[in-house]
């Protein structure tokens, strides 16, 4: 009946069945199982077996089946239902879902069990269950192994499948509810999430049910994402590196530098040096006789002489074509005051310029080989060129010119040797100590393929630098300067004697005759007064030797008229020393 009280079904069990109900221990008890002792009987009832006993070691005893016995309800059972279920239901007092326990029939038809109705919790004076109101039927056919229902396995039918039972929930114990026997949970379907499985009622409990499938490792997990993230992070690095080592980045650029600093330069220094001549350096720009040349001079004073090469203005027809370019950039025309074939000398003025710089003259006589210098020019026109180098020689005995072939435009130059790269356009420039003094003028170089020097007259003509350089001493060019400045004019040292050039051995030989026939020791002259004769050969000047004729003009032409100088001879196989004072020529 259902008026609000909990229907309770049980079968009728007997009494020596229900005492062999085992009592769990309290290790059972920590399963979460309540134990369910038996039902007591009414007086006057047969109780059936209702327990599960566990299998004994040793064969079944045999029991008669148990017949259906009515009882008569007592004061406090409820009223019976009107029809038995084969199956029997047993709950908890906790409000949890039943399990239903289905016992089977022969082996070949599973008893089918009613669907199961919720079990409302037990009244507190319920202490009995109510027995079957009417007779009933085994259960079990008579078995003729003698199997009891509850034995020993026997040719049962195998249990439909039950689904594995969710974790066991721990119950709520009603205060007065009893204790239940042990069951087993309903099984809950979980829409598939846990497969089916053969229920096995004579394991123990939680053996029949397969393990649970063992979750995939999350570190594993972990790992393989993080190599996959590794994998694309490197690729994804290097397609930028890539990028950016082609095309230079993906921002703007910029360089580091140094700031700006001090900019001055030690006096000695070649910067210092160039700083300091520059302003004074002027290059020169000739046009004449269907040619052009370029060259290089400096300014000697404020009055705007400026000395330069002969070579460089020799081509000029007149003043008018001569430019000069300063510095600065400024220009202006320049007169020709006077020049010197046999120095190579010559000075040239401009007029209506402001501000012009004097270079200072320093002493070649005080230069030693080598001494630093510094070698400023205009090279195949590039003016402002700056090169360095040291003195190589000194007093060494160079020719230039003799293009008009017939030696009247040749150059005799006791000169200074020099490292420093001149090339064709630095003629006329000055060379400069390390005090900025200049000490000679840049006047020619030594081809690579032999011969003399040669002057630089055209410079697209001429071959390049091979670090023989040759200057002017400026001692001789400052005495030539201010004769040119002065007369016009330049002199010449002389000694009175015709050389025979052709003379191939060692030294400078005295002709026989002179160039027109005349007498080869000049009447009257410093060599005569000496007391040279037709024939000799000078082999020194002051102690220096002399291989040829032109070291014999050389050596002369650095020394000014007047000068005295100690030569010796050799004579029919005898050495003489000789002593005379030099005379004077006038220069072309």
Same mark, same amino acid.
């Given at each position: 009946m259902n008026n609000g009280k909990p229907n309770w079904w049980s079968r009728p069990s007997s009494t020596p069945e229900a005492a062999r109900i085992p009592t769990p221990s309290p290790a059972d008890e920590g399963d979460g199982d309540f134990p369910l002792p038996a039902p007591r009987p009414a007086p006057g009832q047969e109780s059936a077996d209702l327990?599960?006993?566990?299998?004994?070691?040793?064969? /079944?005893?045999?029991?008669? /089946?148990? @017949?259906? #016995?009515?009882?008569?309800?007592?004061?406090?059972? @409820?009223?019976?239902?009107p029809e038995a279920a084969p199956a029997v239901e047993l709950t908890k007092a906790a409000p949890e879902p039943a399990v239903e326990l289905t016992k089977t029939g022969p082996a070949t038809e599973p008893a089918a069990a009613p669907p199961a109705e919720p079990t409302p919790p037990a009244p507190a004076d319920a202490e009995a269950y109510a027995p079957a109101p009417q007779a009933r039927q085994p259960l079990h056919t008579p078995d003729e192994y003698r199997t009891p229902p509850y034995g020993e396995p026997g040719p049962w039918a195998p249990a439909p499948p039950v689904q594995r039972p969710p974790a066991a929930v721990p119950p709520q114990a009603?205060?007065?509810?009893?204790?239940?026997?042990?069951?087993?949970?309903? /099984?809950?379907p979980q829409g598939g999430a846990a497969p089916w499985v053969q229920y096995d009622p004579w394991s123990a409990p939680g053996t029949g049910a397969p393990p649970l499938p063992r979750k995939k490792?999350?570190? &594993?997990?972990?790992?393989?994402?993080?190599?996959?993230?590794?994998?694309?992070?490197? *690729?994804?690095?290097?397609?930028i590196g890539a990028y950016v080592e082609r095309n230079g980045g993906i921002t703007t650029v910029e360089l580091p530098q140094a700031e700006a600093g001090d900019t001055g330069r030690a006096p000695d220094s070649v910067a210092g040096i160039a700083a300091s001549a520059l302003p004074g350096v002027v290059t020169l720009h000739v046009r004449g006789n269907g040619s052009s040349g370029t060259g290089t001079g400096f300014v000697l004073d404020t009055k705007g002489h400026i000395l330069t090469n002969n070579h460089v203005v020799d081509g000029a027809a007149s003043s008018e074509d001569i430019s000069v370019t300063f510095s600065s950039g400024e220009t202006a025309r320049a007169k020709l005051i006077g020049k010197d074939t046999g120095y190579d000398l010559a000075v040239v003025q401009v007029t209506g310029v402001?501000?012009?710089?004097?270079?200072?003259?320093?002493?070649?006589?005080? #230069?030693? #080989?080598?001494?630093? *210098? #510094?070698?400023?020019?205009?090279?195949?026109?590039?003016?402002?060129? *700056?090169?360095? &180098? =040291?003195?190589?020689?000194?007093?060494?005995? =160079?020719?230039?010119?003799?293009?008009k072939g017939d030696g009247s435009d040749i150059s005799y130059v006791d000169a200074l040797q020099t490292d420093a790269p001149i090339n064709p356009g630095n003629s006329g420039g000055p060379l400069l100590d390390s005090k900025a003094q200049v000490i000679g003028i840049n006047s020619a170089i030594r081809a690579a393929g032999g011969g003399s020097g040669e002057g630089e007259g055209d410079g697209a003509s001429q071959p390049g630098s091979i670090g023989l350089g040759f200057a002017i001493p400026i001692n001789q060019g400052k005495r030539v300067a201010e004769e040119l400045i002065n007369t016009g004019k330049a002199t010449h040292p002389v000694i009175g004697v015709s050389l025979d050039m052709q003379f191939q051995g060692d030294g400078a030989r005295v002709g026989e005759k002179g160039k027109d026939g005349s007498a080869s020791v000049t009447a009257g002259g410093p060599a005569a007064k000496a007391g040279l004769r037709p024939g000799d050969v000078i082999t020194k000047v002051d102690g220096q030797r002399v291989h040829n004729g032109e070291e014999l003009i050389v050596k002369i032409r650095a020394h000014r008229p007047g000068d005295k100088l100690e030569l010796t001879l050799s004579r029919d196989g005898k050495e003489l020393t000789k002593t005379l004072t030099l005379g004077s020529s006038q220069g072309t």
């Amino acid at each position: 009946m259902n008026n609000g009280k909990p229907n309770w079904w049980s079968r009728p069990s007997s009494t020596p069945e229900a005492a062999r109900i085992p009592t769990p221990s309290p290790a059972d008890e920590g399963d979460g199982d309540f134990p369910l002792p038996a039902p007591r009987p009414a007086p006057g009832q047969e109780s059936a077996d209702l327990t599960d006993p566990a299998p004994a070691p040793g064969p /079944p005893a045999a029991e008669p /089946p148990a @017949e259906p #016995v009515a009882a008569d309800a007592g004061p406090a059972a @409820e009223p019976p239902a009107p029809e038995a279920a084969p199956a029997v239901e047993l709950t908890k007092a906790a409000p949890e879902p039943a399990v239903e326990l289905t016992k089977t029939g022969p082996a070949t038809e599973p008893a089918a069990a009613p669907p199961a109705e919720p079990t409302p919790p037990a009244p507190a004076d319920a202490e009995a269950y109510a027995p079957a109101p009417q007779a009933r039927q085994p259960l079990h056919t008579p078995d003729e192994y003698r199997t009891p229902p509850y034995g020993e396995p026997g040719p049962w039918a195998p249990a439909p499948p039950v689904q594995r039972p969710p974790a066991a929930v721990p119950p709520q114990a009603h205060p007065h509810s009893q204790p239940q026997a042990h069951a087993h949970p309903q /099984p809950q379907p979980q829409g598939g999430a846990a497969p089916w499985v053969q229920y096995d009622p004579w394991s123990a409990p939680g053996t029949g049910a397969p393990p649970l499938p063992r979750k995939k490792s999350r570190k &594993g997990l972990a790992i393989a994402a993080a190599l996959a993230f590794a994998l694309v992070t490197g *690729v994804i690095g290097g397609g930028i590196g890539a990028y950016v080592e082609r095309n230079g980045g993906i921002t703007t650029v910029e360089l580091p530098q140094a700031e700006a600093g001090d900019t001055g330069r030690a006096p000695d220094s070649v910067a210092g040096i160039a700083a300091s001549a520059l302003p004074g350096v002027v290059t020169l720009h000739v046009r004449g006789n269907g040619s052009s040349g370029t060259g290089t001079g400096f300014v000697l004073d404020t009055k705007g002489h400026i000395l330069t090469n002969n070579h460089v203005v020799d081509g000029a027809a007149s003043s008018e074509d001569i430019s000069v370019t300063f510095s600065s950039g400024e220009t202006a025309r320049a007169k020709l005051i006077g020049k010197d074939t046999g120095y190579d000398l010559a000075v040239v003025q401009v007029t209506g310029v402001s501000g012009l710089k004097a270079l200072p003259l320093g002493n070649s006589d005080n #230069v030693r #080989v080598g001494d630093p *210098v #510094v070698a400023i020019g205009a090279p195949f026109d590039l003016s402002n060129t *700056v090169t360095s &180098g =040291i003195i190589s020689a000194k007093e060494r005995p =160079i020719t230039a010119g003799g293009e008009k072939g017939d030696g009247s435009d040749i150059s005799y130059v006791d000169a200074l040797q020099t490292d420093a790269p001149i090339n064709p356009g630095n003629s006329g420039g000055p060379l400069l100590d390390s005090k900025a003094q200049v000490i000679g003028i840049n006047s020619a170089i030594r081809a690579a393929g032999g011969g003399s020097g040669e002057g630089e007259g055209d410079g697209a003509s001429q071959p390049g630098s091979i670090g023989l350089g040759f200057a002017i001493p400026i001692n001789q060019g400052k005495r030539v300067a201010e004769e040119l400045i002065n007369t016009g004019k330049a002199t010449h040292p002389v000694i009175g004697v015709s050389l025979d050039m052709q003379f191939q051995g060692d030294g400078a030989r005295v002709g026989e005759k002179g160039k027109d026939g005349s007498a080869s020791v000049t009447a009257g002259g410093p060599a005569a007064k000496a007391g040279l004769r037709p024939g000799d050969v000078i082999t020194k000047v002051d102690g220096q030797r002399v291989h040829n004729g032109e070291e014999l003009i050389v050596k002369i032409r650095a020394h000014r008229p007047g000068d005295k100088l100690e030569l010796t001879l050799s004579r029919d196989g005898k050495e003489l020393t000789k002593t005379l004072t030099l005379g004077s020529s006038q220069g072309t």
